[in-house]
């Protein structure tokens, strides 16, 4: 069993474990800390480092699963991060920061990866899009098993505001909101995304899903959506996967 070291970088809280390359499996707890005050490049080094040690078994490569769109490594946007990130080598920052190969992508694309080949979207063909509600909206959308990155529509306008401006489970908690009266901003958002895109099955995945059972009743039954079956270690055993994925090419 080779074990491979997944991160996860939250708003609130850096999360970290070792995962199973093989199986997808999480072997284990997972370890968190807190986001560093400003999510700075220098504070997350460090909070990076200290998460590393850890898991001293975990000597391979290291996926890391950011808040950002990242394309050949590099970091282009910082909506609830540093704008330092922005045009950063983030790749090259892991690598430095650990002392081995890293590899970054966008968080709810790692979740995706996560639940595709291991969870909720497992054999699902066609089109299946993540919706992770945390401090923002993160979306991830796969044909057919094959991510297509960096779709960012937690930014899409859903009549007068940001997807995740309405309905982000920051949102939620910052109005204070009750089950249905976040529901219907969460229906009003799923409802655009399909009428944009057409996907087969939407995947529930951040921290409200581990509340699923509260408030699935109220989600629009006219389409097919279903909680996060790894639910808040998603984007951690996406991370690795990707980690141990790219550094076989």
């Given at each position: 069993?080779?074990?491979?070291?997944?991160?996860?970088?939250?708003?609130?809280?850096?999360?970290?474990?070792?995962?199973?390359?093989?199986?997808?499996?999480?072997?284990?707890?997972?370890?968190?800390?807190?986001?560093?005050?400003?999510?700075?490049?220098?504070?997350?080094?460090?909070?990076?480092?200290?998460?590393?040690?850890?898991?001293?078994?975990?000597?391979?490569?290291?996926?890391?699963?950011?808040?950002?769109?990242?394309?050949?490594?590099?970091?282009?946007?910082?909506?609830?991060?540093?704008?330092?990130?922005?045009?950063?080598?983030?790749?090259?920052?892991?690598?430095?920061?650990?002392?081995?190969?890293?590899?970054?992508?966008?968080?709810?694309?790692?979740?995706?990866?996560?639940?595709?080949?291991?969870?909720?979207?497992?054999?699902?063909?066609?089109?299946?899009?993540?919706?992770?509600?945390?401090?923002?909206?993160?979306?991830?959308?796969?044909?057919?098993?094959?991510?297509?990155?960096?779709?960012?529509?937690?930014?899409l306008h859903v009549g007068a505001e940001e997807a995740e401006i309405q309905a982000s489970?920051?949102?939620?908690?910052?109005?204070?909101?009750?089950?249905?009266?976040?529901?219907?901003?969460?229906?009003?958002?799923?409802?655009?995304?399909?009428?944009?895109?057409?996907?087969?099955?939407?995947?529930?995945?951040?921290?409200?899903?581990?509340?699923?059972?509260?408030?699935?009743?109220?989600?629009?039954?006219?389409?097919?959506?279903?909680?996060?079956?790894?639910?808040?270690?998603?984007?951690?055993?996406?991370?690795?996967?990707?980690?141990?994925?790219?550094?076989?090419?």
């Open positions: 069993m080779s074990l491979l070291l997944g991160i996860d970088y939250g708003g609130s809280f850096i999360k970290a474990g070792a995962v199973d390359s093989v199986t997808g499996q999480l072997v284990g707890e997972l370890v968190a800390v807190p986001t560093p005050l400003g999510a700075t490049l220098e504070g997350s080094r460090v909070a990076v480092q200290a998460l590393a040690l850890q898991f001293p078994d975990c000597t391979g490569p290291v996926g890391l699963a950011f808040p950002s769109v990242v394309r050949h490594g590099v970091t282009h946007t910082a909506a609830h991060i540093s704008p330092d990130w922005i045009d950063a080598n983030a790749v090259l920052w892991l690598s430095e920061a650990l002392g081995r190969p890293g590899y970054v992508l966008n968080d709810a694309d790692a979740a995706g990866l996560a639940e595709v080949r291991f969870g909720a979207g497992r054999g699902q063909l066609g089109k299946v899009m993540m919706v992770t509600f945390g401090t923002g909206i993160g979306t991830a959308l796969f044909l057919d098993g094959v991510l297509w990155p960096n779709t960012e529509l937690g930014h489970a920051r949102t939620r908690a910052q109005l204070n909101l009750d089950w249905p009266a976040w529901c219907a901003r969460v229906n009003a958002v799923l409802l655009e995304y399909h009428r944009l895109l057409w996907p087969d099955l939407f995947i529930v995945g951040g921290g409200v899903s581990e509340r699923w059972e509260e408030f699935q009743g109220l989600l629009t039954p006219n389409l097919k959506v279903v909680p996060a079956s790894l639910r808040q270690s998603a984007g951690v055993v996406g991370a690795a996967l990707y980690a141990f994925e790219q550094s076989a090419h």
